[in-house]
Structures are given as structure tokens and as C-alpha cells.
């Protein structure tokens, strides 16, 4: 299997821009790295989250990535891995991984696109959104490992628990 990079890209659109349309509506705070890379800071339960897209044009993709700011010691990596993966079996769409050089935690999704490189404000949305409602789901699970003292059962399991409502 192979990927052929597309040679011509004379009509493309740029999906970082509706992505940045989102924000402003939303009001996130975004900064606009170059013409491939995109930040945003988007509120949410336990804390803001930072998202980051990066454009592929030659490959029609765009890639986000949202790190926790959660690092695991050495000594609960195979746990982290654990949980990552108990993790991951409930998600339809994207997924928590671990960066191998400093063992930070961050939810990943990619979005492959058509060769114009279109997406759509409610693609663009639900990319956010989903990035967003993963995080907010899953943060209290890594915590509840890394400083509560939890197994990886343990800290999915309190992690999982909702509530009706709001107190």
C-alpha cells in the first residue's frame, strides 16, 4: 500500500480557515502559527484544553492533537498504557496516545479530506467538539491514576460514573 501525493493543488481550500472561523464565533482564543498550523485554547470541564491542527495539503489531511499537560512517571507507564488502551476501546472516532519522548498524555484525530481540501463548518465543529467531549470524559481517569492512587480499573470505572444534571 501506498500514498501518492497529489502533484496539484491549484484549487484548494484551506480547512484551517474554517476551523478559524469557529473559534472566533465561539470565542476561543486561536493564533494562526503559519499557512499549515492552527492553535486553539477551548474551554472546558476540568480545565481549557489546547488544540493544535496541522494541514496537509499533499496528503489531504489534517491532523489535531490536544495535549492533557499530564505526564507519567516511569514507574506508571505500563499502567498509563493500560488505561490508554481500556481507553481507546470506548471511543468511536480519535484516541489517546502517549508521546514517546517525554510520556505526555494527549487525544489525537485526523480527518482525511477530498483532494480540494474542504471541510465544512459542521465537519470542522465535530472535530472540535469530539476532541473536547473526550477529554472532558476521560481527564479524571488519568488523574485518578497518576496522583489518585487508582488502578487503571479503578480509574476508568470512577471516571465513567455521570451524573443527571448539574448541582
Known amino acids: 500500500m501506498s500514498i501518492e501525493l497529489l502533484a496539484s493543488r491549484n484549487a484548494a481550500i484551506d480547512p484551517l480557515d474554517a476551523l478559524e472561523s469557529i ?3 465561539e470565542g476561543y482564543d486561536s493564533e494562526r502559527i503559519d499557512g499549515t498550523e492552527l492553535h486553539l485554547s477551548v474551554p472546558g470541564l476540568w480545565r481549557d484544553s489546547g488544540l493544535w491542527f496541522t494541514w496537509r495539503p499533499e496528503l489531504s489531511t489534517i491532523q489535531m492533537g490536544a495535549p492533557l499537560e499530564l505526564k507519567a512517571p516511569p514507574a506508571k507507564l505500563a499502567d498509563v498504557c493500560r ?11 480519535g484516541h489517546f496516545d502517549l508521546w514517546s519522548d517525554d510520556h505526555g498524555i494527549l487525544f489525537r484525530n485526523a480527518v482525511l479530506l477530498p483532494e480540494s ?51
Open 117 to 167: 481540501g474542504a471541510l465544512d463548518r459542521v465537519q470542522a465543529q465535530r472535530l472540535i467538539e469530539g476532541a473536547c467531549e473526550a477529554i472532558d470524559r476521560f481527564f479524571p481517569a488519568f488523574n485518578y491514576l497518576l496522583w489518585g492512587g487508582k488502578s487503571p480499573e479503578e480509574a476508568l470505572e470512577a471516571s465513567m460514573f455521570e451524573t443527571a444534571g448539574n448541582a
Open 23 to 25: 473559534a472566533g464565533d
Open 83 to 93: 488505561l490508554l488502551a481500556m481507553v481507546n476501546e470506548r471511543l468511536w472516532v
